[in-house]
């Protein structure tokens, strides 16, 4: 036992001897290099500083583009808020919003530009796949219906869109191909459409797809049928609508 007690006496004043020189070493790191770690200490806290004020700065300035763009009702005030905002994220909604002004006031060539901003932008990816669809039905609306049905063709056979984007591009290219009396690819693209991929149901974009499907195997028949007349009648229909509460 007498030498159990001097080995931890020895233990013990080896352990206390390492601690004072960890104290010492850390006193003497301190008193050499105070001056620095005070300085690195205020360039980390002025750092956060200009951090957080930048962020709050970025904040308030994407709020009031957010605004400017949201409260922009002619193509005059649009592009106005785009001049001071473009920078900005909203200014890709703001783009929408213009190229639909356009298009109501028939200048398709204006409308087509925004689009193709919108295409090159950061925008959201569904935003871009959306602003090609909307640029599809200018050209439709503008009677250009061959290059109508190539636009919604090239969009239906991209094959990293949702099921939702291809089932309207393909049916829309069938419908336009249908009434232009072009019955083969008509009646390809219809196909595809119709054969989209099967989505749950109750879901908002097992919904879409099933709602083009529906389109497209109904004017599929027709086409099948002869029903020519009937098929030219056709107007685009309408998407259906979102539903809020299923976001």
């Not at 398709?108 to 796949?129: C, G, N, R, T």
């Not at 072009?182 to 099967?198: G, H, I, M, R, V």
């Amino acid at each position: 036992m007498a030498i159990d007690k001097k080995k931890k006496k020895a233990i013990d004043a080896q352990i206390s001897g390492e601690l004072f020189d960890d104290f010492d070493r850390f006193e003497h790191f301190l008193t050499n290099y105070w001056r620095h770690i005070v300085a690195v200490a205020i360039i980390v806290v002025i750092g956060v500083s200009v951090w957080v004020t930048v962020r709050e700065v970025n904040k308030s300035a994407d709020r009031k583009a957010k605004n400017a763009f949201a409260n922009a009702k002619t193509e005059t005030e649009v592009i106005e808020a785009l001049k001071t905002y473009g920078k900005y994220k909203a200014a890709n909604f703001a783009r929408l919003k213009l190229a639909k002004i356009y298009i109501s006031e028939k200048k398709f060539d204006k409308a087509h530009e925004q689009f193709k901003m919108l295409a090159a932008s950061d925008a959201p990816k569904e935003m871009v796949w959306r602003s090609k669809m909307d640029e599809a039905y200018t050209f439709e609306l503008e009677g250009k219906k061959l290059d109508a049905a190539k636009a919604f063709a090239k969009i239906g056979e991209g094959s990293f869109l949702p099921d939702t984007f291809r089932a309207e591009a393909n049916y829309s290219a069938g419908r336009i191909y249908a009434q232009s009396g072009d019955l083969k690819n008509a009646e390809k693209y219809l196909t595809k459409s119709a054969n989209t991929t099967k989505m749950a149901p109750a879901t908002q974009a097992g919904m879409a797809v099933d709602f083009w499907q529906g389109q497209a195997k109904f004017m599929l028949g027709m086409v099948k049928g002869g029903e020519l007349e009937a098929v030219k009648a056709q107007i685009a229909p309408k998407a259906p609508v979102k539903d809020k509460a299923a976001k």
